[in-house]
């Protein structure tokens, strides 16, 4: 609907992240999504969807530490 805002959270992109770093993706899967998700964007944008990413950047100690919890 116009004026509609939709927000995905970053799990959208956990596949080709979290999910291959932990195992928990195949490689099949990672290049599946590598090849799927630019033109599932592209097809967003040419149907008039305003599409804006914004990418949080923490340090390496924290990704680190944020690895471990998982393990």
């Not at 770093?21 to 490689?27: D, P, R, T």
């Not at 799927?36 to 924290?62: A, C, H, N």
Request: glycine fraction near 6%; proline fraction near 1%.
């Amino acid at each position: 609907a116009a004026g509609e805002v939709v927000l995905f959270d970053r799990s959208w992109y956990n596949r080709a992240g979290v999910e291959r770093v932990m195992g928990f993706a195949s490689e099949a899967q990672v290049e599946d999504f590598f090849r799927d998700v630019p033109e599932f964007e592209r097809m967003l944008v040419r149907s008039g969807i305003i599409l804006v990413k914004y990418w949080f950047s923490i340090t390496d100690q924290e990704q680190q530490l944020r690895f471990l919890m998982r393990i």
